[in-house]
T-cell receptor, first 114, second 114 residues
């Protein structure tokens, strides 16, 4: 089955700096890669996603890149703000295949210092 | 769009007792998912429904766990004879199927088994 590894587990940056979180996946059939932000006491909130037919996607300060050959994808946050502090999860799925569920990484705790 | 609603938010129970959680998905979403999240980990898939049909169950879903989605609307997750290892956050998510549709999570039910 699919396995998703996420690095780093913790990340501390100064406000205004960029943050990068990286994930690798094992199942070459995976074709959908969302990123979720989870704040304390809340459920994960989708912030951006990318499908396997696209190499990069951007939404304001957030971007995701996908390298299908290497089976890794990354989240880039520019001009970080204190409110970006949260736990971020990557996930992978083979929608349309036998599995209709997401396999999550273990998360990255991002701290943005003012 | 009122979001995915879960009830209760917190549940404390003694080992051996039965508990039941409820999830109300986003209206018109035909897919409903249950995930479990333990401290410091990403969410782990338990099961999902398309309308009222339960289409997939994880090996994590032991025979003490049962989920239903009568009439394809709200869903319940019951845990019988709870064990301390069942302590976790139980997350519900919904999506508009069939495939390639983002999952929207609720804020979860935190279960503590004493």
């Amino acid at each position: 089955g699919e396995n998703v590894e996420q690095h780093p587990s913790t990340l501390s940056v100064q406000e205004g700096d960029s943050a990068v979180i990286k994930c690798t996946y094992s199942d070459s059939a995976s074709n959908y890669f969302p990123w979720y932000k989870q704040e304390l006491g809340k459920g994960p909130q989708l912030i951006i996603d990318i499908r396997s037919n696209v190499g990069e996607k951007k939404d304001q300060r957030i971007a995701v890149t996908l390298n299908k050959t290497a089976k890794h994808f990354s989240l880039h946050i520019t001009e970080t703000q204190p409110e970006d502090s949260a736990v971020y999860f990557c996930a992978a799925s083979n929608y349309g295949g036998s599995q209709g569920n997401l396999i999550f990484g273990k998360g990255t705790k991002l701290s943005v210092k003012p | 769009d009122t979001g995915v609603s879960q009830d209760p938010r917190h549940k404390i129970t003694k080992r051996g007792q039965n508990v039941t959680f409820r999830c109300d998905p986003i209206s018109e979403h035909n897919r409903l998912y249950w995930y479990r999240q333990t401290l410091g980990q990403g969410p782990e898939f338990l099961t999902y429904f398309q309308n009222e049909a339960q289409l997939e169950k994880s090996r994590l879903l032991s025979d003490r766990f049962s989920a239903e989605r009568p009439k394809g609307s709200f869903s319940t997750l019951e845990i019988q004879r709870t064990e301390q290892g069942d302590s976790a956050m139980y997350l519900c998510a919904s999506s508009l199927g069939p495939f390639n549709s983002p999952l929207h999570f609720g804020n979860g039910t935190r279960l503590t088994v004493t």
